[in-house]
């Protein structure tokens, strides 16, 4: 290396590798530690008691002069000292002293309370031999004017501690007194509170163990380091004394003849973009917590390299050296593999990936240009693919090379027939390889069982001692030779085997026909089984016993009373008691009455009800069924749909058989049709459905579903009224029939209930009818630009506006809207095609106060009430421009535009005008007259581009101004 880089390498790294600690990071404090120091010892001293000591004493100190009950004059100070050794080796953040008054001679006088930092308090610390006095660190005036007594007395001791842990002190002694011109006049003495220390600080996490992880490479001095690319990462350990604090890291980096550029980053991959090929970067950690930075560790080096290798890896392996069939090796069987590269002294390691899913690895070469070798154990047959692509010393990876090969089936299929557990089961194990001798398999890492192979095939028995997973490893044997292995996990459990030639899901059993179930035992000693049934989800049934035979089974003879979804659980017992896993099996059985099912929500008398009937039975020809006493009615198929039409409310039975291929029919369903007795309600609207309409006229038609109705009751509820519901009573017609009439009040929004019975001559009410109801507004809404209530009204005369026009409901009723301004004429404005608001324009020919009214044309004819909208039109002038319309980019810096000032208010003689960039200073301010018709016209040319405003104030000719009007645009850059 040049010895002036060498030189600037040793000057950069003396600079930026001082460990400095940094405090105060802009985080909020987290876990910052709290806490008070030790007191160690403590004195006040007495002037009456001048050769005393007093150590530690209990209680309140006297500071200044004081008499007692006896008259005896006392003058006291006090000394503290604290224990600072816990503070060593923590960033301060704060350090405050303090106490406070108990009791005070005199509030009518101001006292001068001195804290002073003194030599340490001894056991024989008196008033004549004191400690000596150091530094005054504060003097405060306590007494008339404050609180008193009790005021609260702290000083900041933080630069004092630091100093004192910098010279290496254990400990800080302060004194508290009156100053020694105001010590000996009585009426300023007072008792003080024990005085304390308390502190925050935080231990500033430490950095350790610089080095690069990518590539692997250590620290690096400045005169011997390695190279890294693109792909670089930094590695460093952080530590923090206080558990809780989440320390991270943080790297520094900069080129070393450039410390001006240094970066800092978390990431522990360095951006090197902008540094040239060949730059030596020096770099460094740190540690942060939520409350400090730690010291920057030892400075570190590399050179930028990121030029790739260009070799490509030369791949080989004897055991995998071919991708033709049938292969070699197998699975199971490991292959070595060589990377070669090639004598390319760039390279000094490879990049290799499986092809499976797993990351990419590295294996380092035996030497730079030489060769690295990987073991890689197929785990299938078929074609195995490896990539490598080779690496050199600063991390950069060249192309990547393709190698396949082909691994050969030789690895065994295993069959494994699981009895259970203590019973023998068996297992099966077959090859494809010709030269197989024998076979081997272990159960979870057990030893390994050998068996011969005879044409290919081995079997032998095997005990499983317990339930659960089992891995087991199967391998192939030419010989003393593994040629293939495979792995397969099997599931034991000892729950007894269910069977049934009559009850499954691939039968069709037939309630009332007999079936049995067979219990087979899964494990050793077998007594007897417990089981229970359950039909159609409702929860396990009476759990039952039934003894084993003498082999371990037992047969369950059964027959189902009803059809539906059955399950049933079975374990094995055990002479000591002991019960197996549970065993069970779900099935179905059908039953022999037809299924029914109608739907008669909101069905009314007269109404016709689809009714669904259907059979599983396997020899149904058709279904045959009866409505509310009638005749039988034949329709064939098993699934049929069939409409019946209640000619009365209440119940209605329909009775349902399947009829069979015999002629027979099946045992009966019947099912209940319940129709309620309450009246229907018809409601309609002005616009002829159901909709109300506030003020309008509605229509509700009560038709009863009783014979011989006299009378209906009915009432309507609005929730929002805290008063009851009134109930009113109409005659009902000959046909059963009533309708009343009434304007929809304005109080009707959302839920009004609407309740009706039918009454008969008898007094015998129906059952009620309940409707939740709705009413709509007709009001119109209106979007103003002109705000009655802004403080500065909006617009001004002879400024154009629009109003917009819009309704929350009824929108596909309304045919227009009909608006005029004060006294002005009417105005039509049909309602605008697919858009939510109609929109008007309007030009104020005055200022001031307006009322606005409009109100809707529906399609009926009808118009809604007038809505009165005020409104004010303020004084502002109106600002118009071609060449730079309002909010809009156009022109270029050097186009002249004219604009256009007019209205505003009546009477204006002049326009005071500005052109005012964004962020800058008026280029462009004068006043121009105003013609005849109140108008006037000023050219602009702007001289850059960019937003730009026009403000324009009016004038009349007595003087008074108009509110300011602004024109904001945007000049183009070309």
């Given amino acids: 290396m040049h010895r002036c880089v060498r030189a600037l390498l040793a000057a950069a790294a003396a600079t930026l590798s001082a460990t400095t600690v940094l405090a105060g990071l802009a985080t909020p404090a987290q876990a910052m530690n709290y806490d008070s120091a030790d007191l160690t010892t403590w004195t006040y001293l007495d002037k009456a008691r001048p050769s005393t000591p007093n150590p530690n004493p209990s209680g309140d100190y006297l500071i200044g002069t004081s008499r007692d009950a006896d008259g005896v004059q006392h003058t006291g100070r006090a000394f503290f000292t604290y224990d600072l050794t816990p503070l060593k080796g923590q960033v301060l953040h704060r350090v405050t002293f303090y106490t406070s008054e108990r009791t005070v001679n005199s509030c009518a006088r101001t006292a001068p309370i001195q804290v002073w930092r003194t030599r340490p308090v001894t056991a024989t610390t008196t008033w004549q031999r004191p400690p000596r006095e150091l530094e005054l660190l504060a003097e405060r005036a306590h007494g008339k004017g404050v609180i008193c007594p009790g005021a609260y007395l702290d000083v900041d001791m933080l630069p004092q501690v630091q100093a004192a842990l910098a010279r290496g002190e254990k400990s800080l002694t302060v004194e508290v007194r009156l100053a020694a011109g105001a010590e000996a006049d009585a009426e300023l003495g007072r008792t003080m509170r024990q005085a304390g220390l308390s502190w925050a600080a935080n231990h500033a996490p430490k950095v350790s163990g610089l080095k690069l992880k990518y590539p692997d490479a250590g620290c690096g001095t400045p005169a011997r380091h390695p190279s890294a690319g693109t792909w670089m ?167 990547w090379v393709r190698y396949e090969y082909e691994v050969r089936n030789t690895a065994p299929s295993a069959t494994i027939d699981v009895r259970g557990v203590g019973l023998t089961s068996h297992i099966t194990l077959h090859s494809a390889a010709a030269e197989a001798t024998g076979f081997g398999y272990a159960v979870d890492g057990g030893p390994e069982k050998r068996v011969p192979a005879v044409n290919g095939t081995g079997e032998d028995d095997l005990v499983f001692d317990s339930t659960g997973v089992k891995t087991v490893v199967t391998r192939t044997y030419a010989g003393r030779k593994m040629i293939g292995s495979d792995t397969q996990s099997i599931s034991v459990s000892d729950a007894p085997a269910i069977s049934s030639e009559q009850f499954g899901w691939m039968h069709s059993p037939v309630a009332g026909r007999p079936g049995s179930f067979t219990f087979a035992p899964r494990t050793t000693g077998v007594v007897a089984y417990l089981y229970d049934l359950e039909r159609d989800f409702g929860g396990p049934g ?50 022999t009455h037809p299924n029914v099912y109608a739907n008669t929500w909101g069905a009314h008398v007269g109404d016709p009800i689809s009714v669904s009937v259907s059979s599983e039975l396997p020899d149904v020809t058709g279904m045959v069924y009866r409505f509310d006493g009638g005749p039988q009615t034949t329709v064939d198929g098993a699934y049929v749909s069939v409409d019946v039409v209640p000619t009365h409310a209440g119940d209605s039975v329909f009775t349902a058989w399947a009829r069979l291929s015999d002629g027979t029919l099946s045992p009966p369903t019947e099912y209940t049709l319940h129709l309620d007795s309450a009246p229907q309600l018809t409601v309609r609207g002005p616009f002829g459905d159901e909709r109300l309409v506030h003020n309008r006229p509605a229509s509700f038609t009560f038709t009863s579903a009783l014979a011989g109705a006299t009378a209906f009751r009915y009432s309507f509820d609005n929730p929002y009224d805290d008063r009851d519901a009134e109930e009113r009573t109409v005659a009902a017609g000959a046909d059963g029939t009533a309708t009343i009439t009434l304007d929809v009040p304005e109080d009707w929004n959302y839920s009004i209930e609407a309740r009706v019975v039918s009454v008969a001559a008898d007094g015998a009410a129906s059952d009620p009818r309940s409707v939740s109801l709705s009413a709509d507004s007709p009001r119109v809404e209106v979007e103003n630009p002109w705000p009655a209530d802004w403080a500065e009204p909006a617009g001004g005369l002879g400024v154009p506006g629009q109003f917009g026009f819009y309704a929350y409901t009824l929108g596909d009723v309304t045919a227009r809207y009909l608006w005029r301004v004060d006294d002005g004429p009417l105005h039509e404005a049909p309602v605008e095609a697919d858009a939510w608001m109609t929109s008007v324009a309007y030009t104020p020919d005055r200022t001031g106060a307006h009322t606005l009214y409009v109100q809707r044309e529906f399609t009926d004819g009808s118009v809604s009430p007038a809505v009165a909208v005020p409104f004010t039109v303020g004084t502002r002038p109106l600002i118009t421009s071609d060449r730079y319309p309002a909010d809009t980019e156009a022109g270029a810096p050097g186009t002249a535009g004219t604009f256009r000032f007019s209205g505003g208010t009546a009477g204006v003689v002049s326009y005071d005008y500005a052109f005012v960039p964004d962020g800058g200073a008026p280029v462009l301010a004068g006043t121009v007259d105003a013609a005849d018709d109140g108008s006037a016209q000023v050219t602009f040319t702007p001289s850059a581009a960019g937003a730009y405003t026009a403000l324009v104030t009016g004038r009349t000719a007595d003087g008074t101004r108009t509110t300011q009007a602004g024109h904001r645009f945007t000049v183009s850059h070309s």
Avoid at 270 to 293: C, I, K, M, N, P
Avoid at 365 to 373: E, L, Q, W
Avoid at 576 to 586: H, I, K, P, T, V
Wanted: net charge negative; charged share 25%.
């Fill in 233 to 399: 990462q930094a590695d460093a350990t952080v530590t923090d004394a206080d558990p809780l604090d989440y320390a991270r890291r943080w790297f520094a980096y900069w080129p070393v003849d450039h410390p001006d550029q240094r970066r800092e980053t978390t990431s522990p991959s360095f951006d090197l973009s902008g540094f040239d090929e060949g730059t030596v970067v020096a770099w460094s950690a740190q540690g942060r917590d939520y409350d400090d930075a730690g010291p920057w560790g030892r400075t570190c080096y590399f050179t930028v390299d990121r030029t790739a290798p260009t070799t490509r890896p030369l791949v080989s392996s004897r055991q995998y050296p071919t991708d033709d069939h049938p292969g070699t090796g197998g699975p199971g069987v490991p292959g070595t593999f060589v990377f070669d590269a090639g004598g390319d002294l760039e390279v000094t390691g490879f990049d290799w990936s499986a092809l499976d899913g797993g990351l990419v690895q590295h294996v380092v070469a035996n030497h730079p240009g030489g060769r690295g070798k990987v073991s890689i154990t197929p785990r299938m047959r078929g074609t195995g693919r490896l990539e490598v692509a080779a690496v050199d010393a600063a991390g950069n990876r060249g192309p």
């Fill in 542 to 591: 009476e759990q039952q016993r039934v003894d084993a035979a003498a082999d371990g089974a037992a047969v369950l003879n059964w027959t189902p009373e009803q059809g539906g979804h059955y399950r049933i659980r079975v374990s094995s017992v055990d002479a000591g008691g002991n019960r197996s896993q549970l065993a069970e099996e779900s099935f179905r059985v059908i039953d």
